[in-house]
C-alpha cells in the first residue's frame, strides 16, 4: 500500500449558519453540500453558495448524471437539482447509520460508519448488491476513472483511501492534517477531492494523486 499525506489545495468556509458539513458531491458545475437540514449548491471557483433547497440532508450526497441523491434519517431520497422535488425514496442499507453515498455503474454506493462497510445498493428498490469491509469507520465514499475511494474517520484521524472493489484491499492512503476530518467525499473527475469538513463548518479541496 502507497501511504502520503493528502495535498490541501484549499479551504472553503467556515460558513454563515452552516454548523456542520456531511455529504457532499459535485454535478460538474456545483458542488452540492448536506448541512442537516438544507442541501446547498456552492460555486467551487468563489467559494459562494448559490441555489439550494430546505430538505434533510444529514449525510451522503451523489449525483447521477441527472438528479441528486441524500440520505437522511433511514431513507435516499431522489431530488430534481432544479426544484428541489423529491422523485422518490428507498431505504438506506444502515438504517440510520449511513455516511457517504455515490453513484456509479448504474448503482449507489453506500457508505457506512460504524459498521465499517460500503454497499452498493440498487437505486430502484434499495436492495443491497455487494458489501466491501474495511478495518476503520468509513465516511464519504466516490469513484472516479474506474477507482473507488473512501473518507475514514476514527478517534480524530482520518485518511482518504483507494481501495480494490472486489477485495476491499487498500491500494493508496492519503492522510489528512491532524485535526481535519472528512466527512463527505467526491471527485471533481479531474485531479481534486472535496471532502466535507464535519463540525468544522469547512469543505476541503484536497489533490488526487
Known amino acids: 500500500m502507497k501511504r502520503k499525506s493528502a495535498e490541501v489545495i484549499r479551504e472553503y468556509g467556515p460558513f454563515p449558519g452552516v454548523e456542520d458539513v456531511a455529504g457532499v458531491s459535485f454535478d460538474g458545475q456545483k458542488v452540492w453540500v448536506a448541512t442537516g437540514d438544507r442541501l446547498q449548491g456552492m460555486d467551487p471557483e468563489s467559494g459562494e453558495f448559490e441555489a439550494g433547497f430546505d430538505l434533510p440532508a444529514h449525510a451522503g450526497t451523489a449525483f447521477d448524471g ?6 437522511a434519517e433511514a431513507v435516499i431520497r431522489k431530488i ?44 430502484e428498490t434499495g436492495k443491497v448488491l455487494k458489501t466491501i469491509k474495511s478495518d476503520r469507520f468509513v465516511t464519504g465514499v466516490t469513484w472516479v476513472d474506474g477507482e473507488l475511494w473512501h473518507g475514514t474517520w476514527q478517534e480524530n484521524l482520518s485518511d482518504i483511501r483507494h481501495i480494490d472493489p472486489e477485495t476491499g484491499d487498500v491500494l493508496e492512503c492519503l492522510d489528512m492534517p491532524e485535526g481535519t476530518g472528512v466527512s463527505g467525499l467526491e471527485s471533481d473527475g479531474g485531479d481534486r477531492f472535496f471532502c466535507g469538513g464535519g463540525g468544522s463548518g ?6 488526487k494523486p
Open 202 to 207: 469547512t469543505i476541503r479541496s484536497v489533490r
Open 66 to 71: 441527472r438528479y441528486l441523491y441524500q440520505i
Open 80 to 123: 430534481d437539482p432544479e426544484t428541489g422535488d423529491v422523485l422518490s425514496t428507498i431505504p438506506a442499507p444502515g438504517e440510520g447509520s449511513d455516511s457517504g453515498l455515490a453513484w456509479a455503474e448504474g448503482t449507489l454506493w453506500v457508505g457506512q460508519h460504524r459498521g465499517s462497510a460500503i454497499h452498493q445498493v440498487d437505486p
